[in-house]
RNA sequence: GGCGCCGUACCCAAGUGGCUAAGGGAGCAGUCUGCAAAACUGCGAUGCGGCGGUUCGAACCCGCCCGGCGCCUCCA
């Protein structure tokens, strides 16, 4: 069973969602004003991970994600380019779907956006003014934390202990420092949607709020996001719902760690960032290689810990992953019908989908789960050498693609991906689909092999050389031929 | 000032009270090979930032210290 940490309770415990079979969760997305970095990207294949592992267990997931398209730093984005508003967030949700394409982090099934819910929130934003909750100032609307007692109880803050801080010109309209917009009256060439306070658009939280109600429903299984969401996101969040429903608005709150550089928190503040596109663009290898490369890496670390982002770490990555495909290659080799590990290689796998599971349901103890496969390659290479039926390398691969699936890693469409002509582009990629063929390496080699047999070594080493230049590596087989990849 | 996190071999990284401290990368040696590549085998922390304490027993619990970081303001 699978327990997960909460950042309500602090701790572990077992997840049991709400519907039997169904899990309902909700998880807050990317303000579209930019391009993504790597620290979305990690945000995104944790929860992705988390929806394939719920799904691997059983559970029919509804899984929602938001696209905020209304906000300060939109707006300002496109005044800055002399372009509307819509047009900054069309292209940076394509550049979104493009980069979790790549990186192959599945679609949510509800992708809603603020701009599409306007109703929801401005009857969530009444029902808070009629309770007494939330008060009018001018053309603005703010949540009045004193009315939610229990205010603080995610991010584990007091009210007193927040005001104590050194607190950046705080409006005098508001009635506590900490009480927060539900809805802010727009300036002349702003959105705006009218409302029963005037022409205005919503706050930063409310959105999520009301979509996660409107989807979900109003108490749901899980909501996730980014560690500085805790506070004062998803504390507010939690004020907003539960002060209008009355009742639990998520039941497990789970955040993602961050993504540094050299030991420091990456943020477009600091302007110490990668965005995803950046590091594909400048990857020399294809699509799914690199897509793969950055979920191992992102996924060899445990999801709540800090993560060093590096170009070691990616090509310590790569070199892991090599180990499994070149095990894949041999697999895919002739094979006797009967062989000498048979029956062990089937004890590992059933060992090593027990460990993997277990793994997982530790609180997606994704570095623990990616060990299990690296024994099992293990195993598989031994088996190989002690013999292994087609059948028992076809299960193998079998066992590797299952659980794999669950990481997004290994996938069947990935199989081939070392000989993939990198596609079309600049750079060092463009330079890659230039070279040889297929046609012309088997040519090659079957030159290098006739060499070899007529003891022309010199002239063997030759081609070997040659086509090691184009970045091809030769595996000679026992029997005299030889595999290739890139 | 308040709240919280981290420090495990050359690098990355699990483990959080008790068998030989996972796994990966890099390295070295060996087997195989015409030579390679890949694979396999072996080597590699008597010790888990430091010092005390609790315990029959601690990397794991407690205290102090050192070092690094995060949140409290937009932020995945």
């Known amino acids: 069973m699978l327990r997960v940490y909460n950042t309500l309770t602090g701790s572990k415990e077992p997840f049991e969602s709400m519907v039997p079979g169904k899990v309902r969760m909700y998880v807050c997305g990317v303000t579209v004003y930019d391009y993504s970095h790597i620290g979305h990207a990690r945000s995104a294949l944790v929860f992705d991970v988390l929806r394939r592992y719920l799904e691997y267990s059983g559970f029919a997931v509804e899984f929602a994600k938001?696209?905020?398209?209304?906000?300060?730093?939109?707006?300002?984005?496109?005044t800055e380019q002399g372009v509307s508003c819509d047009q900054i967030t069309a292209t940076y949700i394509k550049a979104y779907y493009d980069d979790m394409d790549r990186l192959g982090v599945r679609r949510a099934t509800l992708e809603p956006r603020a701009t599409e819910h306007m109703a929801d929130i401005v009857a969530l934003v009444e029902t808070l003014v009629a309770k007494g909750m939330a008060y009018r100032v001018e053309g603005d609307v703010y949540f009045e934390v004193d009315r939610y007692p229990m205010y603080g109880r995610l991010s584990k803050r007091k009210r007193d202990d927040l005001q104590a801080g050194a607190r950046v010109d705080v409006d005098e309209r508001k009635r506590h420092p900490m009480d927060f917009a539900l809805w802010k009256g727009s300036k002349p060439g702003e959105p705006s949607w009218d409302s029963p306070w005037g022409p205005g658009r919503p706050g930063w939280?409310?959105?999520c709020s009301a979509m996660a109600m409107r989807h979900l429903g109003e108490t749901f299984d899980i909501h996730g996001g980014g560690m500085d969401l805790i506070f004062p996101h998803h504390e507010n969040e939690i004020a907003q719902s539960c002060g209008a429903t009355g009742k639990e608005f998520a039941r497990y709150w789970v955040h993602n760690g961050f993504v540094q550089i050299n030991q420091e928190k990456m943020s477009k503040s600091l302007g110490n960032f990668f965005t995803i596109r950046e590091i594909f663009d400048k990857s020399e290898w294809p699509d799914a290689v690199t897509g793969e490369m950055l979920r191992y890496f992102?996924?060899?670390?445990?999801?709540?810990?800090p993560l060093d982002f590096s170009d070691q770490s990616l090509a310590e990555a790569k070199n892991a992953l090599n180990g499994l495909y070149d095990l894949?290659?041999?697999?895919?080799?002739?094979?006797?019908?009967?062989?000498?590990?048979?029956?062990?290689?089937?004890?590992?796998?059933?060992?090593?989908?027990?460990?993997?599971?277990?793994?997982?349901?530790?609180?997606?103890?994704t570095p623990n789960a990616i060990a299990t496969l690296q024994k099992l390659r293990c195993e598989a290479n031994k088996a190989l050498e002690a013999g292994l039926s087609a059948q028992g390398r076809r299960a193998v691969r079998d066992e590797f693609r299952?659980?794999?699936?669950?990481?997004?890693?290994?996938q069947p469409d990935q199989w081939q991906f070392k000989r993939q002509k990198a596609d079309e582009g600049s750079g060092?990629?463009?330079?890659?689909?230039?070279?040889?063929?297929?046609?012309?390496?088997?040519?090659?080699?079957?030159a290098r092999l006739a060499a070899k047999q007529s003891k022309n070594y010199a002239l063997a080493d030759q081609l070997r050389a040659e086509l090691a230049a184009e970045g091809i590596t030769i595996e000679d087989r026992p029997d005299g031929t030889s595999r290739w990849k890139r």
């Open 66 to 78: 938001n696209f905020t398209d209304v906000d300060d730093k939109i707006i300002k984005r496109a």
């Open 328 to 365: 894949f290659e041999r697999l895919k080799e002739p094979a006797p019908a009967h062989g000498a590990a048979d029956e062990h290689m089937r004890e590992a796998n059933t060992r090593t989908r027990q460990a993997f599971v277990e793994a997982m349901d530790d609180d997606l103890n």
């Open 298 to 305: 992102l996924l060899s670390t445990h999801y709540r810990s």
């Open 402 to 410: 299952s659980l794999g699936s669950v990481l997004g890693l290994l």
């Open 428 to 446: 060092v990629r463009g330079a890659l689909a230039n070279i040889l063929s297929d046609d012309e390496i088997a040519g090659k080699i079957a």
């Open 205 to 207: 939280h409310i959105e």
